[in-house]
C-alpha cells in the first residue's frame, strides 16, 4: 500500500505544480474592430419623437366683448381721455386713428379703398399726375394744381426715390408706359402705385384732383382697418361724422364681399399718436354723464 500511496501523492504534487490550462480566446485585429462596433451600433433603431404642428385657424381670433367684459366708452369719454393725454402737443399735428376689427378669414379678400371724410383729416395733399409730357392733359392737370406731371421725368423721379407727392394719379394714355417702367416695387409698398380698382387712372385728370383732395386710402391688414380719423383739434361731431362715414362704407363693402366669405365689423377702436386704443360702444355721449358735447370742443 506504501508505494501507491506514494504515487498518488507525487501525481498530486505533479498537478499542483503545472498552471491551468485555459482555452484561447481569440484575439480581434485592430483594424477590424471599429467596423465591429459600428455594426453593433447600426442594429440599434432610435425613434425621434415628433411633435405636430397645431394648425392655423381659418379665421382671425376675435373676443368675445360681453363675455370678457372689455370696457368700452362712448366717443366722448374715449376723446377727454386721449386729449389728456396729448397736452402741450401741437393739435393740427396729432391724429386720431381708427381701428377696425373685422371677423373675417385669413385667406378671403381684403377691403381696400378711398374715402372722402366730411371733414378731411389732411387737405394739403400733393399730387403727381402721369400723362404725355407736354399734352394739353399736363396743362390741366398743372392748373388744378398738380406739383409734378409727364411721363419718362416722373419715372426717372421715381426711380431715384425722389417721390415729393403724397398722391399719384395716372391717365389712361400713359397706363402702358406706366406699366413698360415697371415701377411697382417701388410704389407698391407706399401705396401709390396706381390701379383701376382704386380709380386713380383715370380718363378726366381734372375731376380726380378735385376729387382726391381731402381723400384718404385705406386697406385691411391681417383683418383690421387703420387710418387717420381725425385730428386732435376735431370736434366730437367732425370725428362722429367721419367716423359714421367710414363704417357705413366699410360695411357697404363687406355686404358685397359677404357673397364669397363672411366679412363683417367686430370692434371700432379709437386712439391717438401717442394714446392707448379705447374700444367704443356707439354712442357719441351718456345722458348721466357730467362731459358735455361743448366741454371738448374748444380748444386744448
Known amino acids: 500500500m506504501a508505494p501507491i500511496d506514494r504515487c498518488l501523492a507525487s501525481v498530486a504534487k505533479l498537478t499542483l505544480s503545472q498552471p491551468s490550462i485555459r482555452p484561447l480566446v481569440p484575439t480581434i485585429p485592430r483594424f477590424l474592430a471599429p467596423a465591429l462596433i459600428q455594426s453593433r451600433q447600426a442594429s440599434v433603431i432610435r425613434t425621434k419623437k415628433t411633435t405636430k404642428k397645431k394648425a392655423v385657424p381659418k379665421d382671425f381670433k376675435r373676443h368675445n366683448l360681453e363675455k370678457r367684459g372689455f370696457p368700452q366708452h362712448?366717443?366722448?369719454?374715449?376723446?377727454r381721455v386721449l386729449r389728456a393725454i396729448e397736452v402741450g402737443q401741437p393739435p393740427a399735428s396729432i391724429k386720431y386713428e381708427i381701428h377696425i376689427n373685422l371677423k373675417t378669414a385669413?385667406?378671403?379678400?381684403?377691403?381696400?379703398?378711398?374715402?372722402?371724410?366730411?371733414?378731411?383729416?389732411?387737405?394739403?395733399?400733393?399730387?403727381?399726375?402721369?400723362?404725355?409730357?407736354?399734352?394739353?392733359?399736363?396743362?390741366?392737370?398743372?392748373?388744378?394744381?398738380?406739383?409734378?406731371?409727364?411721363?419718362?421725368?416722373?419715372?426717372?423721379?421715381?426711380?431715384?426715390?425722389?417721390?415729393?407727392?403724397?398722391?399719384l394719379i395716372c391717365h389712361e394714355n400713359s397706363e402702358k408706359a406706366l406699366n413698360k417702367a415697371g415701377l411697382g416695387r417701388i410704389l407698391g409698398p407706399k401705396g401709390l402705385m396706381p390701379s383701376k380698382r382704386m380709380k386713380?387712372?383715370?380718363?378726366?385728370?381734372?375731376?380726380?384732383?378735385?376729387?382726391?383732395?381731402?381723400?384718404?386710402?385705406?386697406?385691411?391688414?391681417?383683418?383690421?382697418?387703420?387710418?387717420?380719423?381725425?385730428?386732435?383739434?376735431?370736434?366730437?361731431?367732425?370725428?362722429?361724422?367721419?367716423?359714421?362715414?367710414?363704417?357705413?362704407?366699410?360695411?357697404?363693402?363687406?355686404?358685397?364681399?359677404?357673397?364669397?366669405?363672411?366679412?363683417?365689423?367686430?370692434e371700432v377702436i379709437l386712439s391717438t399718436t401717442n394714446g392707448p386704443a379705447l374700444s367704443l360702444n356707439g354712442k357719441l355721449n351718456e345722458a348721466e354723464s357730467t362731459l358735455t358735447v361743448e366741454a371738448l370742443s374748444s380748444v386744448m
Not at 362712448?74 to 376723446?79: E, F, G, H, V, Y
Not at 385667406?107 to 404725355?132: E, F, M, T, Y
Not at 383732395?213 to 386697406?219: F, H, M, N, P
Open 74 to 79: 362712448t366717443l366722448c369719454d374715449a376723446m
Open 106 to 167: 385669413r385667406n378671403g379678400p381684403v377691403i381696400k379703398n378711398s374715402i372722402r371724410l366730411p371733414h378731411p383729416v389732411q387737405s394739403d395733399w400733393q399730387i403727381a399726375v402721369i400723362c404725355p409730357e407736354g399734352s394739353d392733359i399736363a396743362t390741366a392737370a398743372t392748373a388744378a394744381g398738380a406739383v409734378a406731371v409727364g411721363e419718362e421725368t416722373l419715372f426717372e423721379a421715381i426711380r431715384q426715390e425722389k417721390i415729393d407727392f403724397d398722391r
Open 200 to 266: 386713380t387712372i383715370v380718363n378726366d385728370v381734372v375731376k380726380s384732383i378735385r376729387d382726391s383732395a381731402g381723400a384718404a386710402d385705406y386697406r385691411e391688414r391681417q383683418g383690421v382697418i387703420r387710418m387717420a380719423i381725425g385730428q386732435l383739434g376735431h370736434t366730437p361731431d367732425q370725428l362722429k361724422a367721419n367716423i359714421q362715414a367710414l363704417l357705413k362704407k366699410v360695411k357697404a363693402e363687406c355686404a358685397e364681399i359677404s357673397e364669397e366669405v363672411s366679412k363683417e365689423v367686430h
